[in-house]
């Protein structure tokens, strides 16, 4: 009799753990939206022989992104995920047009794994693209384009409506270092001077989706 109960304890154990919204081989689909705000730190450097100017500003910037986000189930813990995320940066100046795209390897430890919730931690390790235009008076006059890396850790609560369909709520520090690496068109002026410049910021992201997992 011990021993019957003894396997079915076991099997509901089984049965609970095959439930968990993450575990070995599971995958997970996501696509949502996401609104940061950050402090920002403008430099830029012009050398020319002897002669030369250095300007630094201190602002602040709200960014809005669309992350689409694939992971992958490493153990009941550990998962693994992948994540492209476009959309847009705007600044106190307000310049437009303006485009900013995220690129991001995802690892993540599910500390809390039940049937249909989870809360995890992650840390988003990647590269980021932004494009911002000088326009004036309708006029389109160039295109400054900046690249560099980023971190964003932070914490995601994800609830599972059933087998399949689930949301997903997370907050997160940002912290991101671009540098100047290109105008479009060229400006023959920065090509007789020694020109640099760089962005860094770090702030707050606030992100929800929907969730498809397999």
């Known amino acids: ?3 019957i109960f003894a396997l079915l304890a076991m099997a509901g154990y ?3 753990t095959s439930a968990q919204v993450n575990q070995a081989g599971t995958i997970q689909f996501a ?5 940061g705000v950050h402090a920002t730190h403008y430099r830029s450097e012009v050398n020319a022989g002897s002669f030369s100017v250095k300007y630094s500003d201190r602002d602040a910037a709200v960014t809005t992104t669309y992350p689409l986000e694939v992971h992958y189930g490493l ?3 550990l998962s693994l995920g992948l994540c492209v995320e476009p959309g847009r940066y705007l600044d106190s100046a307000g310049t437009q047009p303006n485009s900013l795209v995220l690129f991001a390897v995802s690892p ?3 500390a809390i794994n039940y049937d249909r919730f989870t809360l995890l931690f992650e840390i988003d390790l990647g590269v980021n693209t932004l494009r911002i235009a000088e326009v004036r008076s309708g006029n389109r006059l160039f295109e400054d384009r900046y690249s560099g890396g980023f971190l964003r850790p932070g914490a995601t609560v994800q609830w599972y409506l059933g087998e399949t369909i689930g949301l997903g709520v997370g907050l997160s520090y940002a912290a991101h270092s671009l540098n100047w690496t290109s105008r ?3 400006d023959p002026a920065l090509d007789r001077v020694n020109y640099s410049a760089s962005l860094r910021t770090s702030g707050a992201v606030l992100q929800a989706g929907l969730l498809v997992k397999l």
């Open 1 to 3: 009799m011990k021993f």
């Open 108 to 110: 993540r430890f599910h």
């Open 31 to 35: 696509l949502g939206a996401a609104f």
């Open 14 to 16: 089984v049965a609970h």
């Open 75 to 77: 153990s009941d813990r």
């Open 184 to 186: 479009d068109p060229e």
